[in-house]
C-alpha cells in the first residue's frame, strides 16, 4: 500500500490558519476546531465567529485520568504549532473500523507513540462569495522513512488515503 503525503497541505493550512490569527476582522465568519491527541493528552482548541458572534474554548484532557483544564489560546497555539511542524503528515479515510473510541485513538496513535490532529476549518473572508472549508485527520512524522514505520505498524489497509485529493464523505481537502 502507498501512502500519499501531505507535508504541502499541512504547509498552507497552517499559513491560512496564522492568517485567521493575524488578522480576524477580515472573515465574515469562520469555525476553526482542531484536536491533538499525543500521548495520552487531548489538546482542543476551538474558534467560532458567527452573526457578529465570536467565540472560543482551548482544553487539555488526560485521556488516562479524563481531568481536564483550560489553557491559555497561545498556549494551545504553540502545541499545534509544532505538530505543524512537524517532516512529513498522512491522513486518515475516515474508516473507524468498527473500533471504539478508545480503540480508535489508540491504533491511530500506534499505541500512542505518534501524535494525530483533526482539524476542521471553514471560513469565508469579507468580500468573498464562496466560503471555504476543510476536514481532515492527519498523523504528524518526522519524515518519510518515519512513515514507513507508521505503517507497519498501523497495518491496516483503507485507514491511510492513498490518493490526492482526497474527498469523501466525512473528510476532505479544501472545497
Not at 485567521?20 to 467560532?48: P, W
Request: net charge neutral.
Amino acid at each position: 500500500m502507498t501512502a500519499a503525503f501531505f507535508r504541502d497541505y499541512v504547509i498552507d493550512l497552517k499559513a491560512r490558519i496564522d492568517d485567521l490569527h493575524a488578522d480576524t476582522d477580515s472573515y465574515q465568519t469562520y469555525e476553526l476546531t482542531m484536536e491533538l491527541l499525543a500521548k495520552k493528552m487531548l489538546v482542543s482548541y476551538s474558534m467560532k465567529k458567527a452573526k457578529g458572534q465570536a467565540d472560543s474554548l482551548f482544553y487539555r484532557r488526560d485521556t488516562t485520568s479524563g481531568e481536564g483544564r483550560q489553557m491559555e489560546q497561545q498556549t494551545a497555539y504553540g502545541v499545534f504549532s509544532g505538530f505543524f511542524g512537524l517532516g512529513e503528515f498522512l491522513a486518515f479515510t475516515g474508516k473507524t473500523e468498527g473500533l471504539d473510541e478508545k480503540q480508535f485513538a489508540e491504533m491511530l496513535t500506534a499505541n500512542w507513540e505518534y501524535p494525530v490532529c483533526a482539524v476542521h476549518f471553514a471560513y469565508r473572508r469579507k468580500g468573498q462569495t464562496k466560503a471555504m472549508s476543510t476536514r481532515m485527520h492527519f498523523v504528524g512524522l518526522n519524515g518519510e522513512g518515519d512513515a514507513s514505520v507508521y505503517m507497519q505498524k498501523l497495518a491496516r489497509p483503507g485507514v491511510i488515503v492513498e490518493q490526492r485529493p482526497f474527498s469523501s464523505n466525512l473528510l476532505w481537502e479544501w472545497k
